[in-house]
Structure formats: C-alpha cells, structure tokens
C-alpha cells in the first residue's frame, strides 16, 4: 500500500483547493520522475506530461512546464526572454519550491516563481503535472495551468 500522506503534497492540494480545483491527486508504487515514467504508468503519450523543471535566469529561479515530449532549449528561450538560463541546484529547487526534483509541482510553493507553460501542452486536452512527490501526479489543462500558475504561455524550443 502506498502512503499517500506527504507535507509537500499537502501543500499542494491546499493550494489547488484555494483556486477552486479538487484533482484527483494520483500515488504510484513507484516514482515517476521522469516524463517517460509517468505517461507509461498513466498509459499516456509523453508529450501530455507537464515536466516541472526549475531553471535560473539570471540568477533568480524559473519554473518551466513543459511538454515531456522535448527538451527546453535553454539556450534559445534565454534569448528570447533577454537573458541567461542555467540549471538550477537541487539546494535552489527545494528552497524555490518547498519540493524535491522528481517531484515539484506548478503550484504550492513557499512564494510565487516566475512560470513559463509550454504552449504545445495545448495540444492535449488532459495534461498531468507532479503534484508535490515523486510518487504523484494530478489532470489538469492548459489552460488550467496558465491560471493556476499565473504562468505564460509560451514556445520552449525553436519552431522547425
């Protein structure tokens, strides 16, 4: 059995909660920290999980969701947005989101983050984003996510 009893994962049903939303909050056996694992354990296409990954720009961190079917083009969105992206630490990750990599959710954090949406998550009528575990995952939107986040929609990797 798994236990579905978590403080970062509470965190983040408390937060949908606030804006309305009561997902359907999903604990697996197994982690799912990669955008591979989670579509096979859901039976999904890859590209409706939302990858939460925490970048730095310029320094000051950056919370990109995006598809799990591509890799962001840190070099090309830096560009865009006018600045340097880097890798954030596992340290910056869990002090910017209260959440551990392989888990960190789009919301719940200890203070707003800069968020960008991947607009090709657009094409999925269902997307699943980490709800705050390793072992967790909740269905929202696109849209959704936009609005839960405050975030903007925008591409991560060039046009081809």
């Known amino acids: ?6 403080p970062a994962v509470d965190r983040v049903r408390l937060a949908l909660n606030a804006q309305g939303v009561d997902p359907e909050i999903r ?3 197994d982690a799912t920290t990669t955008a591979v694992a989670a579509a096979a354990a859901l039976g999904i296409e890859v590209g409706a999980i939302a990858n939460s990954l925490v970048f730095t720009l310029d320094g ?3 919370l ?4 799990g079917a591509h890799r962001v083009d840190t070099a090309w969105l830096g560009e865009r947005l006018g600045g340097t992206i880097g890798r954030a630490s596992k340290d910056l990750v869990k002090e910017a989101t209260g959440q551990v990599i392989g888990g ?11 968020t960008l949406v991947d607009e090709d998550l657009a094409g999925y009528p269902v997307v699943w984003a980490a709800a705050g575990h390793a072992h967790t995952v909740f269905p929202t939107t696109f849209t959704e996510l936009l609005r839960l ?8 990797v060039p046009p081809v």
């Open 1 to 6: 059995m798994v236990n579905t009893a978590h």
């Open 27 to 29: 604990w697996f056996d």
């Open 60 to 62: 000051a961190p950056l």
């Open 64 to 67: 990109v969701l995006t598809s």
């Open 104 to 114: 960190v959710a789009p919301l719940g954090h200890p203070s707003p983050i800069r």
């Open 149 to 156: 986040t405050g975030g903007e929609a925008t591409p991560v």
